[in-house]
């Protein structure tokens, strides 16, 4: 069984930064895609950004060119810097994990973006 710890997320102006983090323990053998999702009240969880074990990366079009994930494999790490962020980013962001056929999510960190 893994487990994903997520950190980082909080309040902040529009306009701001914020950069989550959520590190992978456990039973892991090789972990194949890691990532992020979100979902805010009332609206289905989304993508946000994936990245292989290999570094291919994959946004949805809403978060392009404002957000970049990255990860560190020595760690079992994901990362996703987050600039110029929008009211409309607020929402539960969610670590996405994905070994073996197997799918792993976080908790969630609340991210509010509030004047």
């Known amino acids: 069984q893994v487990q994903l710890v997520e950190s980082g997320g909080g309040l902040v102006h529009p306009g701001g930064s914020l950069n989550l983090s959520c590190a992978a323990s456990g039973s892991i053998v090789e972990i194949n895609v890691m990532g992020w999702y979100r979902q805010a009240p009332g609206s289905q969880r989304e993508l946000v950004a994936l990245i292989s074990h290999v570094g291919y990366t994959n946004y949805a079009d809403s978060v392009k060119g404002r957000f970049t994930i990255s990860s560190d494999n020595s760690k079992s790490t994901v990362y996703l810097q987050m600039n110029s962020l929008r009211p409309e980013d607020t929402a539960v962001y969610y670590c996405?994990?994905?070994?073996?056929?197997?799918?792993?999510w976080g908790q969630g960190t609340q991210v509010t973006v509030s004047s």
């Open positions: 996405y994990e994905y070994q073996q056929g197997q799918n792993t």
